[in-house]
């Protein structure tokens, strides 16, 4: 399963940077002009997760096989971008591609590098770059409206569905609230996700800070932090310089530059897990002398859906899962001992895979 998560901001706020970091390569280019990034990047990123060594130790796996993420570094957007501003039809076209948007805000002061409005205020940047978000969304649901309600008004009951869906985010948008704050039906969020709503998307913000807030944060990063809350959204402060520099260096190097700093560990590790998380995803595994790996399902799966990542047949073809939580796979010393100390459940259709089980499908195609 591909989940892709957009990297925006105004220019010389550090994307590119960030993203350097996360793909530990310098792909894209970092600069310290506008648009310097023209194309988007994307760069697939391993998710930290100690349970899957845990596991290989255990089972004596030859591979570790990490759950992966997409990040797309997306070039900066600027104000009027809604309208074509700067290079904002095809800035606003890759947000659209992705699953959620990380906002990347400059907390840090640097007269080195230059910013677009002149000033440092990372909540004001956020306010643009949403404002211009919005503008879209209001742009291409007003153009599509008109042709839904034609279909609704002939009595399709689809398209009076639709029309509803619409007017629900039209309210948001036009009260000056992005569209994810609306209260949507369960039974209606398929259809509110094919709505491709910028403003629909998860978000996550990201307080870029200087090397000497990296551990403690700064006034600036306070105010991103407090706008979160407010929000009810999630908030990591790190310095993508910082993240940058930690990403050249070997596992020894790392954890002494980390301690020297105060950090417990990068904060890109914290940045991919709440990106992780932010996507409603969670972590299974499969687990023998071969292999230990982590495969990602969006919480809530079934067994033979979750089968059905690994491959279709599985799903088709489900009989049984052969399910061992993480713990008693551990303190078993693997499947064999699990299973004799009555530690393994066979799970049918109906249940729910909870994040870290060690599962083995059984399915006859």
């Given at each position: 399963?591909?989940?892709?998560?957009?990297?925006?901001?105004?220019?010389?706020?550090?994307?590119?940077?960030?993203?350097?970091?996360?793909?530990?390569?310098?792909?894209?280019?970092?600069?310290?002009?506008?648009?310097?990034?023209?194309?988007?990047?994307?760069?697939?990123?391993?998710?930290?997760?100690?349970?899957?060594d845990?596991?290989?130790?255990?089972?004596?796996?030859?591979?570790?096989?990490?759950?992966?993420?997409?990040?797309v570094?997306?070039a900066?957007?600027?104000?009027?971008?809604?309208?074509g501003?700067?290079?904002?039809?095809?800035?606003?076209?890759?947000?659209r591609?992705?699953?959620?948007i990380?906002?990347?805000?400059?907390?840090f002061?640097?007269?080195?590098?230059?910013?677009?409005?002149?000033?440092?205020?990372?909540?004001?940047?956020?306010?643009?770059v949403?404002?211009?978000?919005?503008?879209?969304?209001?742009?291409?649901?007003?153009?599509?409206?008109a042709?839904?309600?034609?279909?609704?008004?002939?009595g399709?009951?689809?398209?009076?569905?639709?029309?509803?869906?619409?007017?629900?985010?039209?309210?948001e948008?036009?009260?000056?609230?992005p569209?994810?704050?609306?209260?949507?039906?369960?039974?209606?969020?398929?259809?509110?996700?094919?709505?491709?709503?910028?403003t629909?998307?998860?978000?996550?913000?990201?307080?870029?800070?200087d090397?000497?807030?990296?551990?403690?944060?700064n006034?600036?990063?306070?105010?991103?932090?407090?706008?979160?809350?407010?929000?009810?959204?999630?908030?990591?402060?790190?310095?993508?310089?910082?993240?940058?520099?930690?990403?050249?260096?070997?596992?020894?190097?790392?954890?002494?530059f980390?301690?020297?700093?105060?950090?417990?560990?990068?904060?890109?590790?914290?940045?991919i897990?709440s990106?992780?998380?932010?996507?409603?995803?969670q972590?299974?595994?499969?687990?023998?002398?071969?292999?230990?790996?982590a495969?990602?399902?969006?919480?809530?799966?079934?067994?033979?859906?979750?089968?059905?990542?690994?491959?279709?047949?599985?799903?088709?073809?489900?009989?049984?899962?052969?399910?061992?939580?993480?713990?008693?796979?551990?303190?078993?010393?693997?499947?064999?001992?699990?299973?004799?100390?009555?530690?393994?459940?066979?799970?049918?259709?109906?249940?729910?895979?909870?994040?870290?089980?060690v599962?083995?499908?059984?399915?006859?195609?």
């Amino acid at each position: 399963m591909g989940f892709k998560c957009g990297i925006v901001g105004l220019p010389n706020v550090g994307k590119s940077t960030l993203f350097n970091a996360l793909t530990q390569t310098a792909a894209a280019q970092a600069a310290n002009y506008p648009f310097c990034t023209i194309e988007p990047n994307v760069g697939e990123v391993a998710v930290p997760e100690p349970r899957l060594d845990a596991l290989a130790q255990v089972a004596g796996s030859k591979e570790i096989v990490p759950a992966r993420m997409n990040f797309v570094d997306i070039a900066g957007l600027v104000e009027g971008a809604s309208k074509g501003e700067g290079l904002g039809n095809q800035f606003l076209a890759n947000i659209r591609e992705t699953d959620a948007i990380i906002y990347v805000l400059r907390c840090f002061e640097n007269d080195d590098i230059t910013h677009v409005a002149g000033r440092i205020d990372p909540v004001a940047d956020l306010e643009i770059v949403e404002t211009e978000l919005m503008l879209a969304d209001l742009e291409s649901l007003e153009k599509r409206r008109a042709g839904w309600i034609k279909k609704a008004n002939s009595g399709d009951k689809d398209a009076k569905a639709q029309v509803a869906l619409m007017d629900l985010a039209l309210t948001e948008l036009n009260a000056g609230r992005p569209a994810r704050r609306a209260e949507v039906p369960r039974d209606d969020r398929k259809a509110w996700v094919m709505l491709q709503l910028l403003t629909a998307k998860p978000v996550l913000y990201v307080a870029n800070v200087d090397e000497e807030s990296a551990a403690t944060g700064n006034t600036f990063s306070e105010r991103v932090l407090a706008y979160a809350a407010e929000e009810g959204a999630q908030a990591v402060v790190i310095s993508a310089q910082i993240e940058a520099e930690i990403s050249q260096l070997d596992a020894e190097e790392r954890t002494e530059f980390l301690e020297t700093l105060g950090l417990e560990e990068p904060g890109l590790d914290r940045l991919i897990r709440s990106g992780y998380a932010l996507l409603g995803l969670q972590t299974y595994f499969t687990a023998g002398p071969k292999e230990a790996r982590a495969w990602t399902i969006r919480a809530g799966m079934t067994a033979p859906q979750a089968a059905g990542v690994i491959h279709g047949d599985f799903e088709k073809g489900f009989i049984r899962a052969e399910t061992i939580a993480y713990q008693d796979f551990v303190i078993s010393g693997g499947e064999t001992g699990a299973k004799d100390a009555g530690r393994m459940r066979a799970e049918g259709k109906e249940y729910v895979v909870q994040d870290g089980d060690v599962m083995n499908f059984r399915f006859n195609v």
